[in-house]
């Protein structure tokens, strides 16, 4: 199984702020890696696939970069709506896994 | 627009069996891999299983092989997940969700709360 490891667990950062969210596997995973939004009581929403494309109404600011084992998901200045539980996960291989999250807070 | 919605949550004894129902509709989910996740109350995201578009290939997290079984219904536009020998670890919200391409997921249903418990 294909292990994902988020940091940092929380993010805490203004509105304005830009933010940096890192995304390891465990073993190469090309670009196969996919970053969610998740807000309380809600399902996750899906922003970049294939490591560096933007789903279909995703807003400029959220860039996806990386491939082989190190990925990176940059929010440009956050907006007041940001702020929430961000997830990659990976297709590389069975079973499809999930990083732990990192929390983007309010500072 | 897409919707997903799942149904058949609720609280169970462990060992004994739950189904749940996802009915689709804004788009036709032949056409699709659809799958089954699920979080724990306060922890993260885990996927349970997937079966493929025609219903021919299913695939299922360790943790579930044997106990769970996801089906479809083409024609009524609807995913289930029969859910057996439940146990406490299986407690969570389970969500539906359809692919955009290649196991990544585009929409996903609002949840349906599982509780395992005596």
């Known amino acids: 199984e294909i292990v994902l490891t988020q940091s940092p667990a929380t993010l805490s950062l203004s509105p304005g702020d830009g933010a940096t969210l890192s995304c390891r596997a465990s073993q190469s995973i090309s670009t196969y890696l996919a970053w969610y939004q998740q807000k309380p009581g809600q399902a996750p929403r899906l922003l970049i696939y294939g490591a560096s494309n933007r789903a279909t109404g995703i807003p400029a600011r959220f860039t996806g970069s990386g491939s082989g084992t190190d990925f990176t998901l940059t929010i440009n200045s956050l907006e007041p709506e940001d702020f929430a539980v961000y997830y990659c996960q990976q297709r590389a291989s069975w079973p499809l896994t999930f990083g732990g999250g990192t929390k983007v807070e309010i500072k | 627009q897409v919707q997903l919605v799942e149904s058949g949550g609720g609280v169970v004894q462990p060992g004994r069996s739950l189904r749940l129902s996802c009915e689709a509709s804004?788009?036709?989910?032949?056409?699709?891999?659809m799958h089954w996740l699920r979080q724990s109350p306060g922890k993260g995201l885990e996927w349970v299983a997937v079966?493929?578009?025609?219903?021919?290939?299913?695939y299922y997290t360790d943790s579930v092989k044997g106990r769970f079984t996801i089906s479809r219904d083409n024609s009524k536009n609807t995913l289930s997940l029969q859910m057996d020998s439940l146990r406490a670890e299986d407690t969570a919200v389970y969500y539906c969700?359809?692919?955009?391409?290649?196991?990544?997921?585009?929409?996903w249903g609002q949840g349906t709360l599982v509780t395992v418990s005596s």
């Open positions: 079966i493929s578009f025609d219903g021919t290939n299913r």
């Open positions: 804004g788009f036709t989910i032949s056409s699709h891999h």
């Open positions: 969700a359809k692919e955009i391409t290649n196991h990544y997921f585009d929409n």
